[in-house]
């Protein structure tokens, strides 16, 4: 199984492209190419990320098919949703898939990640199938939380949720920062919130600490202009978000583009590395779906800002631009793995809408960890429920 | 010197500490200990046991702890095991929840549980619920710890008791220790285990001295989670208290006992999982319960006991109604003679125990 951040990460020798039919010879296409990044907005630095950035064809390959997967991973949950084969609360990530993918390519194995309830495309780059995704989402027992977390509680190793509680994650992520700090381990965390939860107070309390400290931690504003259905010019006194960290440095920079988003996190998290305490990001970046699932999107902001930004700035279509026309790839290829993914797709919901829902008898366990058995309250005193892990 | 600061730093009814037992290979005898030395003691242990474990909280270090209870442990384990936070609760203990999910074993002391009530919803949210909401794959090994319930004086904002918020919730485990027996065991048990664990200490036991057995002082003494302690046996009539009630249930007990009523005193030690099988057995010995607790009446601990009495075995046992003795239904006031109304006083409980053998049903 393809460890998706395995292959962000390293240059793996394995092209994402593997078993299409290839109708060029692979020697035609340029093994990588340089592009020039946006300059970051800087807070407290004197050195900057580069303004280059120098994609692998095979990077490439994965950062598109990785994109375009949680891309149509999303729809998918659309769909699911306004079936009523999801059920909640369901928060989607269409738009802002370079963040996290440009993310998870500048980290390294001993790193850790959290973020809130706009998840699921974080689950997926830190290690979990789409099927498990899926089969969570539609509160099935192959559920990557065993279908008792749903679209907000998702986790896997070094990957702390989703977490439902707006801002709560961040001192959650800055405590993650403490044990690599603690255990020596050199790795970071990277703690995720956007534009609405940067008015927490909490974070600010977390600021302070992970500051004094020097916490390896790098907090993420993933700004998408609107906290649910207030902008940001309504929420906020100040929306230099990046400036928020007061005496902790920050970059703002274009969360559209996946390669500025790498390099930006990789600058950032060496910084961490150095011990120099923690560094807060600002990607500006973009939802094309509502805040969740019952928000259209349209009550507080025009049909025609969306329809703009998905013309000029969708992360996958200025990807496929700069692969093609730097021969990094064919339009033909990445056509292929359009098909390959959606494939993927339908076999991962078909999975998560066939699979079996949880056992009752799953009901009362995970109350505790590693104790003995014992006897849950149901909804009456005649109801036991057995707690047996 | 370790008995000079001791003494000074007793409150009312204490009796004076003896030094420190050193070990010397030879068999210790039992020991009048704190529970405030006790707690200081748990806390060394179980930072010498485990590499993992670490204290933070405000004041902890360098001022030895707002009521010192972590004396000495910042010279002897240094920045790293124990922190100083900044007023931060919500924050701190965000960050404490964090460490915990990434494989530490934090205690996080809050000054008082009244305090806590900012971090609360990291307490629920992130900690308790965490493992159930991850199907199994992130436990959550942290100890919340510090004084809970009224001190003296302190006012309404200082003095609640938060037994039953914290007993409502599944996830958590919460512990409310009354001897230095208790105090010791209790909070080992807790740093321990590996789920969220409550410790409700009191102020006005810290300065109070019990005797501990040779048994109690061994290194790898802990007091079972969920599990009561009779106090005192009786067979007329059970009372069942927490914490510093407990004390004082055992003095109405022993003047009571002047006038013929034998009374039987469970402490409880653990408020979740809550040993309601060690109530009924002694139910189905005195046919009268009466239950003592120094928070509020409504949705209590009290109120707890009663209702899974009444739907348990023992209802026909029972030849009274089960009745609660409770702080005051008010917010806790200043004035020594209205904060004496409104916390359960030992005359309190001698009456409902008589209300509750006149009473027949």
């Known amino acids: 199984m393809l460890v998706i951040s395995t292959a962000l990460r390293s240059s793996a020798t394995k092209s994402a492209a593997r078993g299409l039919a290839v109708s060029r010879n692979y020697a035609d296409f340029a093994s990588e190419a340089t592009f020039e990044t946006k300059k970051c907005d800087c807070f407290l630095l004197e050195t900057l990320p580069p303004t280059t ?97 749903g679209s907000m509680h998702m986790y896997t190793r070094n990957f702390y949720g989703g977490n439902g509680i707006v801002g709560a994650q961040i001192p959650l992520g800055a405590g993650v920062a403490w044990a690599c700090k603690y255990n020596g381990t050199g790795g970071v965390c990277v703690a995720m919130h956007g534009d609405g939860a940067a008015n927490q107070g909490q974070i600010f309390e977390t600021y302070n600490m992970a500051a004094l400290w020097k916490l390896p931690c790098i907090f993420i504003c993933e700004n998408n202009r609107y906290g649910m259905g207030t902008s940001v010019e309504r929420a906020a006194a100040s929306t230099d978000y990046y400036k928020r960290g007061e005496f902790i440095p920050g970059l703002r920079l274009d969360g559209m583009d996946v390669l500025c988003v790498r390099e930006a996190t990789k600058f950032a998290a060496e910084y961490c590395r150095a011990g120099k305490g923690p560094i807060l990001l600002e990607l500006q970046t973009y939802r094309f779906h509502g805040h969740s699932m019952s928000d259209p999107g349209v009550s507080y902001r025009t049909r025609e800002e969306i329809q703009e930004v998905k013309r000029t700035s969708d992360p996958i279509s200025l990807l496929k631009e700069k692969m093609v026309n730097s021969n990094l790839a064919s339009v033909e290829e990445l056509k292929d793995i359009d098909v390959a993914v959606r494939k993927e797709i339908e076999e991962a919901a078909q999975f998560a809408t066939t699979d079996a829902e949880p056992p009752m008898e799953d009901i009362a366990n995970h109350i505790y960890y590693k104790e003995p058995p014992f006897e849950v309250r149901g909804c009456h005193p005649w109801i036991k429920y057995k707690s047996v892990c | ?200 200490e009191n102020e006005l036991l810290y300065g109070v001295a019990f005797e501990l057995s040779e048994e109690a002082q061994s290194k790898d003494f802990v007091v079972p989670l969920g599990k009561a302690k009779i106090e005192r046996q009786g067979n007329r009539i059970t009372l069942v208290s927490h914490s510093r009630m407990v004390g004082i249930c055992l003095e109405a007990a022993t003047v009571l006992a002047k006038e013929g009523i034998e009374c039987e005193v469970i402490n409880l030690r653990s408020i979740r999982p809550l040993d309601i099988a060690a109530i009924e057995q002694s139910v189905m010995k005195t046919n009268h319960l009466v239950t003592v607790e120094g928070g509020w009446p409504m949705f209590g601990v009290g109120a707890e006991i009663s209702a899974q009495i009444m739907e348990g075995p023992v209802f026909n046992h029972l030849d009274s109604p089960v009745y609660r003795v409770t702080g005051a239904d008010l917010p806790v006031p200043y004035a020594k003679n209205l904060e004496e109304c409104s916390l359960p006083q030992m005359k309190d409980i001698t009456f409902v125990v008589k209300k509750s053998l006149c009473n027949k049903l």
């Open chain 2, 1 to 200: 010197m370790a008995a000079l600061r001791s003494l000074l730093s007793v409150g009312k009814n204490a009796v004076p500490v003896l030094l420190r037992r050193e070990f010397h290979g030879t068999a210790p005898a039992t020991l009048q200990v704190t529970v405030r030395d006790s707690l200081n003691r748990a806390l060394d242990e179980e930072l010498e046991r485990d590499e993992k474990v670490f204290l933070l909280g405000e004041e902890v270090a360098q001022f030895d702890g707002a009521y010192k209870v972590s004396r000495g442990l910042w010279k002897k384990y240094g920045d790293r095991r124990v922190i100083d936070t900044p007023i931060s609760e919500m924050g701190f203990a965000g960050i404490a929840v964090g460490a915990a999910m990434a494989g530490l074993r934090p205690i996080c002391e809050f000054m008082t549980f009244n305090f806590a009530m900012q971090a609360i919803d990291q307490i629920i949210n992130s900690a308790a619920k965490t493992y159930y909401m991850s199907g199994g794959m992130v436990p959550v090994p942290i100890v919340f710890r510090g004084p809970n319930g009224a001190a003296a004086g302190v006012a309404a904002q200082h003095s609640q008791c938060f037994a039953a918020w914290y007993g409502h919730c599944p996830g958590l485990k919460v512990v409310s220790p009354w001897s230095s027996e208790d105090a010791r065991g209790l909070l080992k048990a807790a740093v321990r285990d590996e789920n969220p664990v409550i410790v409700l």
């Open chain 1, 53 to 149: 950035a120098v994609l692998t064809r095979e990077q490439g390959l994965s950062y598109y098919k990785t994109m375009q997967t949680i891309r149509r991973m999303e729809l998918k949950a659309d769909q699911l949703y306004k079936q009523k084969i999801i059920r909640g609360f369901c928060h989607l990530y269409d738009g802002q898939e370079a963040c996290c993918v440009g993310i998870e390519a500048a980290l390294k194995h001993e790193d850790h990640l959290i973020t809130s309830y706009r998840d699921h495309a974080f689950t997926f780059t830190r290690g979990v199938p789409v099927k498990h995704v899926l089969a969570e989402l539609t509160g099935r027992r192959s559920g990557c939380a065993k279908g008792k977390g």
